[in-house]
């Protein structure tokens, strides 16, 4: 099992910035591939950011693309997200999800690949 807690999150105005960061227990953190997804109100769940367990591999969706870095301390167990030029779109609860691998340089970008998931953290950007 995977405990994961999401923290970071609040209101912001739009042009700032604001870091996630998701702290893992319950097993070994180097062998999780780690991602964010978000879901705004009347939406589905969509896909954020992805990071392989080595740390090499990530992904975004193309609506963060250039504004938010994925990245992860082994050493503490957590994984952030580093979200920068934030817009009111970008107004939803994010998620952090992990699923254990083997692969060391595979990230996953589908909801479905992910085993585990966190409580969510709320982001506000005003206009």
């Known amino acids: 099992q995977v405990q994961l807690v999401e923290s970071g999150g609040g209101l912001v105005q739009a042009g700032g910035s604001l870091r996630l960061s998701c702290a893992a227990s319950?097993?070994?953190?180097?062998?999780?591939?780690m991602g964010w997804f978000r879901q705004a109100p009347g939406k589905e769940r969509e896909f954020v950011a992805a990071l392989s367990y080595v740390g090499g591999s990530t992904r975004y969706s193309d609506s963060v693309k250039g504004r938010f870095t994925i990245s992860r301390d082994n050493a503490k167990n957590i994984v952030y997200l580093q979200m920068s030029n934030l817009k009111p779109e970008d107004t939803a609860v994010y998620y952090c999800a992990a699923v254990p691998t083997t692969d060391r340089g595979r990230s996953y970008y589908t909801e479905q690949s992910y085993d585990y998931w966190g409580q969510g953290t709320q982001v506000t950007v005003s206009s």
């Open positions: 319950g097993r070994t953190f180097s062998g999780l591939a």
